[in-house]
Structures are given as structure tokens and as C-alpha cells.
């Protein structure tokens, strides 16, 4: 079993920055890869970004250029820092991890980008 809490979400101004946190616990050591996923108001769920166990990483083209995400191993926590935001990226933010073939997620942190 692996737990996943999310915080640092909240109001931001467009073209402003945030920066998300997930901290894991439990079997963490059978993670192999960390996502982060988001859903807005009426849409799927889609995914943002993600990186495995070897530091490689995934970013959707939405927001490529904009977004970036890390982990720190010795903290167990998973981060994903977003710049110069946008309205449309407006959502429930949900860290998501992939370990020993199951899928765990955290519960959310609202992100709202408004003026």
C-alpha cells in the first residue's frame, strides 16, 4: 500500500507560478512511476507529467515549457512546479503513483488560475 497527499494548491494569477507537493508513505519502494494528473471542471481526467524511476520524463503539450516535475528520494516527495499559468489550467491536481502494477492516488489539491 502506498498514501499519496497532495498540497500547495490554491489561487493564482494568470501568468503567476505554484508549486504542487506529493508526499508519499508506505511500500514506497515499489514505485516505479510518479505522475501527476489533472482534471477540470467537466473534463477527463488527463495527465500532466511524469517521471520514473531513472529520471526520465513526460510532459503533455499543454504544458511543456511551462511546467516542471521532480522528485526528492529522500523525502519521498513528488513536486511539480507550474509557470506563467493559465486559466485552462485551472483543475483538481492529483499526484498518482504506479507501484508493483497498482495505481495509487491522492485525494487532490484544487488549483484555480483567476484574475
Known amino acids: 500500500q502506498v498514501r499519496l497527499v497532495e498540497s500547495g494548491g490554491g489561487l493564482v494569477q494568470p501568468g503567476g507560478s505554484l508549486g504542487l507537493s506529493c508526499a508519499a508513505s508506505?511500500?514506497?519502494?515499489?514505485?516505479?512511476?510518479r505522475r501527476w494528473y489533472r482534471q477540470a471542471p467537466g473534463k477527463e481526467r488527463e495527465l500532466v507529467a511524469s517521471?520514473?524511476?531513472?529520471?526520465?520524463?513526460y510532459y503533455a503539450d499543454s504544458v511543456k515549457g511551462r511546467f516542471a516535475i521532480s522528485r526528492d528520494s529522500a523525502r519521498n516527495t513528488l513536486y511539480l512546479r507550474m509557470n506563467s499559468l493559465k486559466a485552462e489550467d485551472t483543475a483538481v491536481y492529483y499526484c498518482?503513483?504506479?507501484?508493483?502494477?497498482?495505481?495509487?492516488w491522492g485525494k487532490g489539491t484544487l488549483v484555480t488560475v483567476s484574475s
Open positions: 498518482n503513483v504506479l507501484g508493483s502494477g497498482i495505481n495509487y
Open positions: 508506505g511500500s514506497i519502494f515499489t514505485i516505479t512511476v
Open positions: 517521471i520514473t524511476s531513472d529520471g526520465s520524463t
